[in-house]
C-alpha cells in the first residue's frame, strides 16, 4: 500500500516525502512534519496507561520520526477523540507537561467525542545547526542542504551500520504487563522486592505501580521503556552531524528497519551481530518492536569523531550492527537472509 502510495503521489523538486519517517519541503525552508496515532486497544489499554504515561508515549512516539530525519522538533498539533467519561482537561495538563520536557510548543488541534479514545500527534520540526549539542563545527555545511536530507535511501557501500541502544526491552516490559497475575503470584518477587518503589512510577496507574513493586531493576527498566519510549533526538543530530547518511527509528523492528534501509538504497547490509542484552533474545532483539531506538549508516572514516562527540554529550556509545555490501541483497546474518518481519499495520 505504502509503495503504491508513494508512485501515486504528486513529485515536488528537492521536497521528499511518503516512503521515510516523516516529510522533507523544501519550499518551506527545509520543514519537516510527520503525524502518527494512537487508537485504545490497539496501542493501549486504558487501565494500564495513567494520563500521563498516554501522553508521553503520544507525544515521544510522533517526535521519534522526527528523529529518524536527525532535525530539532519545535512545534505539535494534537487531535483528540474521546467518549464523555475521559478527563479532556487532564489530559492536556500531562501534554503540555511533557511538551515543555521535550520542548515543543503545541500549537493547535482539535477535541471530538469518540466511543474510544483516539489521539493524533503531528510534529513540524526544521534542520540546525550542530553548535547546539557538539563542540566541533565541520559539519554545519550539511544543513539545510536538499542533498543531506537524513533518508533511508542514503545507504552506500562500505558503511558501518549502528544502533542507539539495546533492544527487546519495550516487548519485554509489555509482556510483564500482560502476565502481571503470574509475575505477582511469584514468591521469589514477592520476598524480595515488595518493599522497594521506583519514583518513575508515581504517576502511572495503579496496575503500573502494583506490578512495578515485584520487579528487579532491569525488569523495571523494561517496563518505562515500554510506557515512555523516548525520542533519540539529540543523538540522532550528533550522528547527522558527524556524517551519518542513512537514518530510521526503530518502531517496528531492528529487523524491519534495516530491511527498509536495504530497500530504498538498494545497498545490501551484512549484520555482524545483534545487540545482546541479558535475559533478551537474540531473536527478540532482531524482530521486537516500540524500542524507538536510531539506527543510522557512517563512514567507516568518522566514527571516531561520531564516538567523541557521544561521549562530549554524556550519550551512550552506539552499538556496531554491522556493514553495507552491494554485493548482497537484503539484509545477511551468518551467511544467510534475515526474516524482515515485524509490526505491519493491515487492513482489509
Not at 86 to 97: A, P, Q, Y
Not at 163 to 172: A, K, M, Y
Not at 260 to 270: D, E, F, N
Not at 303 to 312: G, I, N, S, V, Y
Request: hydrophobic share 40%.
Amino acid at each position: 500500500m505504502l509503495d503504491w502510495l508513494k508512485s501515486e503521489s504528486v513529485k515536488k523538486q528537492g521536497s521528499y516525502f511518503i516512503g521515510d519517517d516523516a516529510a522533507f519541503l523544501q519550499d518551506f525552508e527545509n520543514l519537516y512534519i510527520t503525524t502518527d496515532s494512537l487508537v485504545e486497544d490497539v496501542h493501549f489499554v486504558r487501565d494500564v496507561f495513567s494520563m500521563y504515561d498516554l501522553c508521553y508515549r503520544a507525544v515521544s512516539t510522533s517526535l521519534s520520526d522526527l528523529a529518524a530525519m536527525a532535525t530539532k522538533p519545535k512545534y505539535i498539533l494534537v487531535s483528540l477523540a474521546a467518549p464523555d467519561d475521559f478527563n479532556i482537561k487532564e489530559f492536556f495538563v500531562d501534554l503540555l507537561e511533557i511538551s515543555n520536557k521535550f520542548e515543543v510548543t503545541l500549537v493547535g488541534g482539535d477535541i471530538s467525542n469518540s466511543k474510544l479514545v483516539f489521539i493524533n500527534v503531528t510534529a513540524i520540526g526544521s534542520d540546525l545547526g550542530f553548535g547546539e549539542f557538539g563542540s566541533n563545527k565541520k559539519f554545519d555545511k550539511y544543513f539545510g542542504r536538499s542533498d543531506h536530507i537524513s533518508l533511508m535511501e542514503n545507504l552506500k557501500e562500505n558503511q558501518d551500520i549502528f544502533v542507539t541502544g539495546p533492544l527487546g526491552l519495550s516487548d519485554r516490559g509489555l509482556k510483564l504487563l500482560n502476565n502481571l497475575n503470574e509475575t505477582v503470584a511469584k514468591s521469589t518477587y514477592k520476598t524480595e522486592y515488595t518493599t522497594s518503589f521506583d519514583k518513575r512510577f508515581d504517576r502511572s496507574s495503579e496496575r503500573v505501580k502494583t506490578l512495578s513493586k515485584y520487579l528487579t531493576e532491569f525488569e523495571r527498566d523494561c517496563l518505562i521503556k515500554y510506557l515512555r519510549p523516548e525520542a533519540k533526538i539529540k543523538e540522532a543530530i550528533i550522528a547527522k552531524s558527524c556524517g551519518a547518511e542513512a537514518i530510521t527509528d526503530i518502531s517496528d523492528s531492528l529487523a524491519y528497519s534495516l530491511e527498509s534501509i536495504s530497500k530504498a538504497s538498494g545497498v545490501g547490509i551484512v549484520l555482524v551481530e545483534v545487540p545482546k542484552v541479558v535475559s533478551i533474545s537474540s531473536s527478540d532483539a532482531l524482530y521486537k518492536g516500540e524500542d524507538y531506538e536510531i539506527v543510522f549508516s557512517i563512514d567507516h572514516k568518522k566514527t571516531d569523531l561520531l564516538f567523541q562527540e557521544f561521549k562530549a554529550n554524556d550519550l551512550q556509545t552506539p552499538i556496531y550492527l554491522g556493514y553495507s555490501d552491494p554485493n548482497v541483497k537484503g539484509v545477511l546474518l551468518n551467511g544467510r537472509n534475515i526474516d524482515p518481519k515485524g509490526f505491519e499495520h493491515k487492513f482489509s
